[in-house]
Structure formats: structure tokens, C-alpha cells
């Protein structure tokens, strides 16, 4: 008897992602996609006249497997300039395909079959993904509606199987930060214990009204057991290049290049050149968190008239509106009704709990141009 050859799929139950899904939707209804966290503008010209001009150069072979050392130099400087903390460039930064692999590369290098992941939801959909085809198992903090993490829930939920815990700040969906208290009440948990962390600190640099971002890093209890994972792609509105960063002490930096190298190996080596020029600038960088809030205030100005509710997010480039006071429809569907029917694409809040809470709320980025955001704000206040 012949028999064809089958998957057994390591991910039975997890389908197209809500982004993938929204984005296509919004391009096939012709809608205002402010689903999928992309800037809807381009980069900075000089970026792209950097890479062709390494291009042309002939810097067109594989990079370093830790990536190009004048990137991870830059990266370094820019670190200690700007938190404080000194990362040595040699064996504690290493460049990334994107934050995405850099999270996947990190969860590979301390998970082991059986070990508990702390996953605070609702959280980014590449975690628990990455924890299952580990042998990981999550174990889920599940947040309400005021994004608050409850600190004593989270000790309650600590086993000695207990390896790893996953923190977002800036976050996404919610846009909190944490506090200083929040992070004192991490130190307290993880002092003493054999617990890494995984701090994703994608939206670094976009923090809004005077406000300050803390990384786990600052803090020498954290920074001992913790990688960092940044983001290039959404610093410098760049999310297609797929260029992100990884910091983490010596040990912890070898054992997370073993698992790289066999990743992506190596990223893309004009852009790292090209990257480590621009970033001697750091205006690049310092104006990003005025520049969001701008975008941010414009959205909420243009939805300031709809019946939607809202906190000012305190970070990220997504805003949440909670509809609760006019409509018990499932968050899924309506964001799904208002892509094909208003022609705003947004994307429901209940796809970031994996029992898929639905708290009436809907994300919204804003990293947009002024006239989408603008139109986007006279729907939605016409709802």
C-alpha cells in the first residue's frame, strides 16, 4: 500500500496570524489599514543612499555571524550614552533578524522540555509559538483591562519549574510602561532564583508625555539574567529590512549565538554598515518619541467626537479605543464589520489572550500619515 507523506504540524492549532489576516483584508475592501503595526512612510533617504553606497563598495557578502562590528560598536554607544550601561560589543550584542528572531533565538536558548514560561498577556503572538516548539510550557498572567500587572498573581503563578519570564515595555497592544515600583516588584520576584528574562523593548525610543522608558537593563539584578531585544525596524521605520539586536551578559551571549547561527546565521550586511553610519547621528533616534506623540495626539483629536472611549497609550505607535458604551459586539467581529464596511482595518484585543478575552477594545497604530489618520478619526466619529 502507498501512502503519501503527511505533516504531524508542531503548531496544530495556530493558523494565518490577526495581522497577515486584517492586512489583507483592509487591501481587499480598499480600507484604511491601521492594523498592522507598519509606518505607512518611508525611512530616511539617507538611509537608503547608505546602502547603496555600501553596494556599491562590494559589502555584499555575509556579514560576521554576531553581526558587523561597527553596528554592534554603535549599538554599545548608544547604550551607554542612553541607559547607562556598558555591553561589551564583542561578546555581549549581537545583531538580529529582526526583534522576532532575536525573541525565537533567546526562548530556544534557555527552554528545555518541560520548563515554565511566565507569559504576560495579552502579549505578542511570536511568543508562545516559540515556548511550544521548545518543549516550553506557558503559564499565563492574564491582565484586565487596565493593562496593571498584579505582581503578587504573578509570584503566585512561580513553580521551581519556573525558567523563564517574558516582559514588554513599551507595550504591545496596551501602550503602558512600566514604573520604577513595577520594576522593583520584578527584582524582588527574580532575586535569588535561577529565572531568565526576555525583555522586549521594541518601542524603546517612542515614549509620550515626558515620560521615560525603563529597561530591565538599569537594573543590575535584571541585567544578570536578562536579554534584551531591540528593534531598528521600528526606531527607524524600516519594518521590511527585519534588523534587530539582542544584549545580553557574556554567558548568556554565547549560549543565544549557537542558537542564531542556525537561525539566519547572519543579516543582511550593507544594511548593518549602513545603519552603523546613521546612528552616529542620535537626533535619529531622541526625536522619535516627539514625533509619535504628534501622530498619537492627531489620531485622538480625530476620534475626540466618536463614541469611543480611551486612555492616552504612554508608548508604542498603537493606540487602544474601548467601545463598551455603545455596542456588546465581539471585538473579532467588529473589527472585521468595520474593515469591510467603514473601511477601517484595526485589530481586536482579543486575539492577544489565548482564551481570547473580549474586553470591548480595539488597537489602532498611528504610525500613519496625517491624512489616514485623519480619515481614519472622521469614520470611526461617524459610527
Known amino acids: ?57 562590494g559589502f555584499n557578502q555575509y556579514a560576521p555571524m554576531p553581526g558587523v562590528a561597527a553596528l554592534r560598536e554603535r549599538i554599545a554607544e548608544k547604550t551607554a550614552s542612553h541607559y547607562g550601561v556598558d555591553y561589551h560589543p564583542d561578546d555581549e550584542v549581537t545583531i538580529t533578524t529582526g ?65 523563564l519570564m517574558i516582559i514588554n515595555s513599551p507595550h504591545n497592544p496596551s501602550g503602558k510602561i512600566l514604573t520604577p515600583e513595577d520594576l522593583d516588584s520584578l527584582v524582588r520576584l527574580v532575586q535569588g532564583t ?5 525583555s522586549d523593548e521594541v518601542y524603546e525610543h517612542i515614549v509620550f508625555d515626558g515620560e521615560n522608558h525603563l529597561s530591565l537593563m538599569q537594573q543590575p539584578v535584571l541585567r544578570e539574567r536578562t536579554f534584551v531585544c531591540g528593534s531598528f525596524g521600528k526606531t527607524l521605520h524600516l519594518t521590511g529590512w527585519k534588523v534587530g539586536y539582542c544584549l545580553a551578559p557574556r554567558e548568556l551571549t554565547e549560549e543565544f549565538r549557537k542558537i ?46 466618536s463614541r469611543f472611549n480611551f486612555t492616552p497609550a504612554q508608548g508604542s505607535f498603537f493606540q487602544i479605543l474601548s467601545y463598551e458604551s455603545f455596542s456588546e459586539e465581539y471585538d473579532y467581529d467588529l473589527a472585521v464589520r ?23 477594545l480595539l ?16 469614520i470611526l466619529s461617524r459610527l
Open 194 to 198: 535561577g529565572i531568565f528574562i526576555i
Open 260 to 305: 542564531h547561527q542556525f537561525v539566519t546565521f547572519s543579516v543582511v550586511t550593507p544594511v548593518q554598515y549602513a545603519l552603523a553610519d546613521f546612528l552616529k547621528d542620535r537626533s535619529h533616534y531622541l526625536a522619535l518619541s516627539e514625533f509619535y506623540q504628534y501622530k498619537r495626539d492627531r489620531f485622538l483629536t480625530a476620534v475626540s467626537s
Open 338 to 360: 468595520l474593515t469591510r464596511e467603514a473601511g477601517v482595518a484595526s485589530i481586536p484585543v482579543s486575539v492577544f489572550y489565548h482564551q481570547k478575552k473580549d474586553y470591548k
Open 99 to 163: 526583534a522576532t528572531e532575536a525573541i525565537f533565538s533567546a526562548i530556544s536558548t534557555v527552554v528545555n522540555k518541560g520548563d515554565e514560561v511566565m507569559v504576560i498577556e495579552p502579549a505578542y503572538d511570536s511568543y508562545v509559538p516559540a515556548i511550544m516548539l521548545n518543549g516550553g510550557v506557558p503559564v499565563y498572567i492574564s491582565l484586565g483591562p487596565s493593562f496593571t500587572i498584579d505582581w503578587e498573581a504573578v509570584r503566585e503563578k512561580m513553580t521551581p519549574r519556573t525558567k
Open 1 to 57: 500500500m502507498k501512502h503519501s507523506p503527511r505533516v504531524r504540524s508542531k503548531l496544530p492549532h495556530l493558523g494565518m496570524t490577526i495581522f497577515t489576516v486584517m492586512s489583507k483584508l483592509a487591501t481587499d475592501s480598499g480600507a484604511i489599514n491601521l492594523s498592522q503595526g507598519f509606518p505607512s512612510f518611508d525611512c530616511s533617504p539617507e538611509l537608503t543612499r547608505l546602502i547603496h553606497q555600501y553596494m556599491k563598495r
Open 363 to 378: 488597537r489602532f497604530c498611528f504610525a500613519k500619515s496625517d491624512d489616514e489618520l485623519d480619515r481614519a478619526g472622521e
